[in-house]
């Protein structure tokens, strides 16, 4: 069984970056596709960004195009969610997750950080 555990959050200013890790323990990630998903209080979790096993395909939220990017060191059993240009409105609870296939299909997810907070201030 997987365990994922998420890092890198805390408190950064509108227009800043940070940089969040997944690390994995117990399987290896390299034959699967991995997210980034976040929940506000009152809302539904939604998807921020996925990527398949070897990288060369990703899906970005609409709102997050262009400023987050995903990326994956299978090396390292480590997903990265790089956040650039960050708003009040990305202030949210982000996990990660796995997918139970190569490709980022949504019945597929089996697993989930405990999530780390991202708190964007003006």
């Known amino acids: 069984q997987v365990q994922l555990v998420e890092s890198g959050g805390g408190l950064v200013q509108a227009g800043g970056s940070l940089r969040l890790s997944c690390a994995a323990s117990?399987?290896?990630?390299?034959?699967?596709?991995m997210g980034w998903f976040r929940q506000t209080p009152g809302k539904e979790r939604e998807i921020v960004a996925a990527?398949?096993?070897?990288?060369?395909?990703?899906y970005y939220a609409d709102s997050v195009k262009g400023r987050f990017t995903i990326s994956r060191d299978n090396t390292k059993n480590t997903v990265y969610l790089q956040m650039n240009s960050l708003k009040l409105e990305d202030t949210a609870v982000y996990y990660c997750?796995?997918?139970?296939?190569?490709?980022?299909?949504?019945?597929?997810?089996?697993?989930w950080g405990q999530g780390t907070l991202v708190t964007v201030s003006s």
């Open positions: 997750a796995k997918y139970g296939s190569s490709r980022y299909t949504p019945k597929t997810l089996d697993a």
């Open positions: 117990g399987r290896t990630l390299s034959s699967y596709a």
């Open positions: 990527i398949t096993w070897d990288g060369r395909s990703t």
